[in-house]
């Protein structure tokens, strides 16, 4: 099993539609959880990070994070055509001074 | 302010050379961690460090090794290229170790090796 997993898509979803991100991850000591965006060619971009159980919203992203379940998710309203990248949900242990990624899901934004 | 800068942007080399490749963190911050990215393993931790000592190193064969410097900029040297070794090298500085505050990329080093 690996560490993090994520769909790698293509997830494809219209403009002005919510794209849904989610990720698992296997190591229950987890305690920081991130998620970057990579746009072709590019590097990653830290976009939102979270640390407790709940929802935390920034603009049009809101990352939920279940510590329960070892599950977290991105979302992303009013989805627009730059928004069009890979997402990368990495997870963080506490002293391990080092993220653990997963594969990285490829979204489109259809206009 | 600056983002971290990583030097050179890209590289060619041979099999069986060495290489060095180059990180300025971004100022104040004395975490500075590598990773190697290719399209069939993703994104690989290679090592950290905090001022001047590695506190964590990633699963990679000893040719790869790296070091840090007082003024926090640091350094990864790859020996002995293999064609495996081709890939976008990725430095990322952080104020905390990324327990709190995540880790800021840079723009990477692009690595081929024939």
């Known amino acids: 099993q690996k560490e993090v997993e994520q769909n790698s898509g293509p997830l494809s979803v219209p403009e002005g539609a919510i794209a849904s991100l989610n990720c698992t991850y296997s190591?229950?000591?987890?305690?920081?959880f991130f998620w970057y965006r990579q746009y072709s060619g590019k590097s990653p971009e830290l976009i939102m990070s979270i640390y407790s159980n709940g929802d935390k919203e920034d603009g049009r992203f809101t990352a939920q994070l279940n510590k329960a379940s070892q599950y977290v998710s991105l979302l992303i309203r009013d989805s627009q055509p730059s928004d069009s990248a890979t997402y990368l949900c990495?997870?963080?242990?506490?002293?391990?001074?080092?993220?653990?990624f997963g594969q990285g899901t490829r979204l489109t934004i259809n206009p | 302010k600056a983002g971290v800068t990583q030097t050179p942007r890209y590289l060619i080399k041979t099999r069986g050379q060495q290489v060095t490749l180059s990180c300025s963190p971004i100022?104040?911050?004395?975490?500075v961690s590598w990773y190697q990215q290719t399209p069939g393993q993703g994104l690989q931790f290679l090592f950290e460090?905090?001022?001047?000592?590695?506190?964590n190193k990633g699963n990679f064969p000893g040719r790869f090794s790296g070091r840090q410097f007082s003024n926090s900029r640091s350094e990864m040297n790859v020996s002995t290229l293999e064609l495996g070794d081709s890939a976008l090298y990725l430095c990322a500085s952080s104020s905390d170790g990324g327990n709190n505050y995540g880790y800021t990329f840079g723009s990477g080093t692009r690595l081929t090796v024939v």
């Open positions: 100022s104040g911050h004395r975490s």
């Open positions: 990495a997870v963080n242990r506490q002293g391990a001074q080092k993220l653990v």
């Open positions: 460090y905090f001022s001047e000592t590695q506190r």
């Open positions: 190591d229950r000591v987890s305690q920081s």
